[in-house]
């Protein structure tokens, strides 16, 4: 029987589709069409107000953008505030960070007491959901299981269409604590599914936080050190807002203001951040880092990593795709915050072990990246790293799977989604609708015996 979709007929319809969706580069120009909704000076057209987060990279100075070191401001604190004080009472911030984005206050101690137990409480999934969901549908991408689970949590909740501001807290809340489980079952079932491995599923532990319960559950022994849980710590920190226009946030925010449920919302912002181009970058930085791993021969020599990155910048090595990755963000322009913040403390915990090499190759490329740009491509434009360029070493170091560093982003990340669609709830009151310049032509309808 003849299949529509196989050989060459489905091969000349999608060459005939390009031919009559491609649209002309310079139309964009013509229409004054703002693509990716960014100005033409790389800013980003601005789409709305927040209270929530403040993501500062640059002034402009009578037209012209001023390079400034960067700044991260969640709801009027700086996250160097946030981690330093953190760090300085040697104790955990995710939870407070999260119970901050959510409430729009810092909580005080009862505060935090009571909304660290009910995270703790709300880990356990659904009777049932486990088998059903996860060993039943076993995904190679944890990315791709974690939206189904969360879209699938919606048939489990009785006051899932309840929109009011008390349900919607308790949804959100729910789904961060049950988000950190969903991924470490996901991964076991990968696991032996996919990679002939013993699948290892242990209970929750509620005495344990969010970062030590990720590395709990990850681990066969369950056993980690404080050290290596603080560390996850501060990335779930830094990680867990970066304002209204980044990608999966906004998704986040137009599902929201069409009225739909939590779960769509939210699982549409995971869909978001899966994206190569949004949370998968950090597994484009350890590919590269393998890939200079492998072909230079003297990490400490900065004449032969600069030649390497020069060839790099001219598509002759590492994936031909002329970028270093982790280098370069939309805002930041001398410094991305969160690239200095988890640098010092990687450097920390690295120091004396084997990996504090990787470290130091990674920082000579920082280093070396803008001077080598600026040679290869003739560009002077302001570089810094972004958080990308550490965050995957980090997760290395403490013996996180590569398959789970984007899955971990959304598990960070996902108490600024809520935030965020608590704020799009409350102030939106409209639809998010651009609109598209249409520049087909009109055709006469062609009756089908006259067709060709």
């Known amino acids: 029987m003849p299949s529509f979709i196989s050989g060459a007929n489905i091969t000349d319809l999608c060459g005939e589709l390009e031919k009559k969706t ?32 403040n993501v500062h990279g640059y002034l402009l100075n009578e037209g012209e953008m001023e390079p400034i070191p960067g700044q991260l401001i969640y709801r009027g604190y700086n996250i160097n505030d946030l981690v330093g004080n953190v760090e300085a009472e040697n104790r955990y911030g995710y939870e407070e960070t999260v119970f901050l984005l959510l409430f729009g206050h810092l909580p005080n101690k009862q505060e935090l007491s009571h909304f660290n137990t009910y995270i703790s409480l709300k880990r356990d999934l659904p009777n049932g959901f486990v088998e059903d969901m996860i060993l039943k549908a076993p995904s190679k991408n944890i990315m791709n299981k974690l939206a189904r689970s969360v879209l699938a949590l919606y048939s489990y909740d009785d006051s899932c269409e309840n929109k009011s501001l008390e349900s919607e807290m308790r949804t959100a809340v729910s789904l961060i604590a049950k988000l950190p489980v969903i991924m470490a079952n996901a991964y076991q079932v990968k696991r032996r599914v996919f990679d002939n491995q013993s699948m290892i599923m242990h209970p929750i532990n509620y005495e344990e936080n969010t970062a030590q319960c990720i590395l709990s559950l990850l681990r066969p022994d369950r056993q980690y050190t404080e050290d290596e849980a603080q560390m996850l710590d501060r990335l779930l920190m830094i990680q867990a807002e970066h304002g209204g226009g980044n990608n999966s946030t ?6 929201t203001s069409s009225g739909t449920d939590p779960y769509s919302a939210y699982s549409s912002a995971i869909c978001s951040l899966k994206g190569p181009r949004h949370g998968g970058a950090n597994i484009q930085v350890i590919n590269m880092l393998d890939n200079f791993k492998a072909n230079i021969r003297n990490w400490e020599d ?5 030649d390497y990155m020069r060839k790099t910048l001219n598509k002759e090595t590492n994936d031909h795709s002329g970028l270093i990755y ?21 450097f920390e ?50 013996g996180i799977p590569d398959e789970l560093f984007t899955p971990l982003f959304a598990v960070a990340r996902m108490g600024g989604w809520a935030a965020h669609r608590m704020e799009e709830l409350l102030t939106g009151n409209r639809i998010i609708r651009p609109a598209y310049k249409p520049v087909a032509k009109e055709h006469e309808y062609i009756k089908l015996d006259e067709r060709a």
């Open 22 to 53: 491609a649209v002309d580069p310079k139309l964009y120009e013509k229409y004054q069409v703002k693509r990716g909704l960014r100005n033409s000076d790389g800013t980003g057209v601005i789409a709305g107000i927040t209270n929530i987060c």
């Open 326 to 346: 982790g280098m370069g963000h939309a805002v930041y322009t001398v410094s991305d915050p969160r690239a200095v913040l988890l640098k010092k403390k990687a």
């Open 250 to 255: 906004f998704t986040c925010r137009v599902l």
């Open 349 to 398: 915990l690295a120091k004396g072990r084997e990996i504090e090499a990787e470290f130091r190759l990674l920082e000579t490329i920082e280093r070396l990246t803008p001077e080598v740009f600026k040679e290869v491509k003739g560009s002077s434009k302001p570089m810094c790293a972004n958080v990308d360029m550490y965050s995957g070493l980090v997760y290395r170091m403490l």
């Open 302 to 306: 900065e004449g032969e990593v600069a």
